[in-house]
């Protein structure tokens, strides 16, 4: 969200500068500047976060009754995964979860 709050993201402005200057040197430049200021400005966040000890994964997520996504499934089957990663699981993992649930449902390939 920090990203998006300081970069330069109407292309009218840019226009509008590119015509009233008659070159792309200060549209250009301006881009550059916004751009690189929202991914310091961003990447700073990031890492305080992390200085802290905050992670992507909003703990409050994990503690919203899941009854809901768990209805008819076996108490036995139920499992919750959570990965020290951004928002992607890694994939290795996440073939293997999804292969093994696939056969543990469908039955396994012939």
């Known amino acids: 969200m920090v990203f998006f709050v300081f970069a330069l993201q109407c292309m009218s402005t840019l226009a509008i500068a590119r015509r009233e200057t008659g070159s792309w040197y200060y549209p250009a430049v301006m881009w550059l500047h916004m751009f690189?200021?929202?991914y310091l400005l961003s990447l700073a966040?990031?890492?305080?976060g992390?200085?802290?000890g905050i992670r992507c994964v909003n703990a409050g997520l994990?503690?919203?009754p899941r009854a809901?996504?768990?209805d008819?499934?076996?108490s036995h089957h139920k499992k919750l995964l959570l990965y020290e990663t951004?928002?992607?699981p890694p994939r290795d993992e996440f073939i293997k979860e999804t292969l093994d649930w696939l056969d543990?449902?469908?039955g396994p390939v012939q």
Request: net charge neutral; no cysteine; aromatic share 12%.
């Open 36 to 38: 690189v200021l929202a």
């Open 45 to 48: 966040v990031y890492q305080g």
């Open 50 to 52: 992390l200085a802290l």
């Open 62 to 64: 994990v503690s919203v």
């Open 68 to 70: 809901p996504h768990f």
């Open 72 to 74: 008819g499934t076996p």
């Open 86 to 88: 951004d928002h992607i």
């Open 104 to 106: 543990r449902y469908l």
